[in-house]
T-cell receptor, first 110, second 116 residues
Framework: GDSVTQMEGPVTLSEEAFLTINCTYT??????LFWYVQYPGEGLQLLLK?????DKGSNKGFEATYRKETTSFHLEKGSVQVSDSAVYFC?????????FGSGTQLTVLP | GAVVSQHPSRVICKSGTSVKIECRSL??????MFWYRQFPKKSLMLMAT?????????EQGVEKDKFLINHASLTLSTLTVTSAHPEDSSFYIC????????????FGPGTRLTVL
């Protein structure tokens, strides 16, 4: 089955720093790729998604590009804010079945 | 759009009692709902997939008699933890599949279960 490997955290950055969280996947076929964000005590919110190779998902200043050649979907943001502090999950699959990475805790300091 | 609610958000119960958690899709019909369990600082573990009007499909290692799932309508699925024990304490999250166009899973806010 599919598997997702995510950069281990925790990641601590200063406000306005550049963020990269690495994510790679293995899958049979061509899954859709997702980034979800979880704020403390809450469920997961879909942050962005990409459904095919070279697609770029973007939302709230975050971006990730579906790279088939490197089987990657790295999350980036040019300037993080304190409010971005959360756990970020990479996932692969479809709406029928998702496989999640282990999550990366991000803390942004003022 | 695409809002999923869960109730209750927190529940504390005594060992041996049963607890029911509701998951509702508020503004769309969900033919499929999913139940996940999340341990502290860990990823989500899929417990079961439920389709409206049929029996749930459980993942390997999940006791179907302990975690009863009912998906009675296109907007409601329930998870009942029967004869709960302290090791069942966890964060339970449901999601609902929105099959309209975007075909995405939308997640509920989660339920924190503590079994004393």
């Amino acid at each position: 089955g599919d598997s997702v490997t995510q950069m281990e955290g925790p990641v601590t950055l200063s406000e306005e720093a550049f963020l990269t969280i690495n994510c790679t996947y293995t899958a049979t076929g061509y899954p859709s790729l997702f980034w979800y964000v979880q704020y403390p005590g809450e469920g997961l919110q879909l942050l962005l998604k990409a459904t095919k190779a070279d697609d770029k998902g973007s939302n709230k200043g975050f971006e990730a590009t579906y790279r088939k050649e490197t089987t990657s979907f790295h999350l980036e943001k040019g300037s993080v804010q304190v409010s971005d502090s959360a756990v970020y999950f990479c996932a692969a699959g479809s709406a029928r079945q998702l496989t999640f990475g282990s999550g990366t805790q991000l803390t942004v300091l003022p | 759009g695409a809002v999923v609610s869960q109730h209750p958000s927190r529940v504390i119960c005594k060992s041996g009692t049963s607890v029911k958690i509701e998951c509702r899709s508020l503004d769309f019909q969900a033919t499929t709902m999913f139940w996940y369990r999340q341990f502290p600082k860990k990823s989500l573990m899929l417990m079961a997939t439920s389709n409206e009007g049929s029996k749930a499909t459980y993942e390997q290692g999940v006791e179907k008699d302990k975690f009863l799932i009912n998906h009675a309508s296109l907007t409601l699925s329930t998870l009942t933890v029967t004869s709960a024990h302290p090791e069942d304490s966890s964060f339970y999250i449901c999601s609902a599949r929105d099959g309209r166009g975007k075909d995405t899973q939308y997640f509920g806010p989660g339920t924190r279960l503590t079994v004393l």
